[in-house]
């Protein structure tokens, strides 16, 4: 297991950007993918972003890529999710997680194992 934890969120305008981070003190962090998920009230849960883990490979949800880019430091057990352009439709609470088995197309929530508490992200006009 590897226990997550979020920070990052916040308040921001549209066209805005944030910067998410996920850090672990987990010294097999870096064996893992990192995912980043979303889910905004009365909603689904939503695949964002997957990196993974020692070449770093990306994948990103068709309604964030170009504008999310999901990053790792593996030296400081940290990965980020880096949002720009960022508009009110990507209110959500956004959650990272782990999955030992690497990010693959179709990513979803059911594959990873480890979930960090969740930071809030709310863009207002």
């Known amino acids: 297991q590897v226990q997550l934890v979020e920070s990052g969120g916040g308040l921001v305008q549209p066209g805005g950007s944030l910067r998410l981070s996920c850090a672990s003190s987990a010294s097999t962090f870096n064996d893992y993918a990192i995912g980043w998920f979303r889910q905004a009230p009365g909603k689904k849960r939503e695949a964002v972003a997957c990196?993974?883990?020692?070449?770093?490979?990306?994948l990103y949800a068709d309604s964030v890529k170009g504008r999310f880019t999901a990053s790792r430091d593996n030296a400081k057990n940290t990965a980020y999710l880096h949002m720009n352009g960022l508009q009110p439709e990507d209110t959500a609470v956004y959650s990272c997680?782990?999955?030992?088995?690497?990010?693959?197309?179709?990513?979803?929530?059911?594959?990873?194992?480890?979930w960090g508490q969740g930071t809030q992200v709310t863009v207002f006009s």
């Open positions: 990196i993974n883990s020692y070449r770093g490979t990306t």
């Open positions: 997680a782990a999955t030992y088995y690497g990010c693959y197309d179709g990513f979803a929530d059911v594959e990873f194992s480890d």
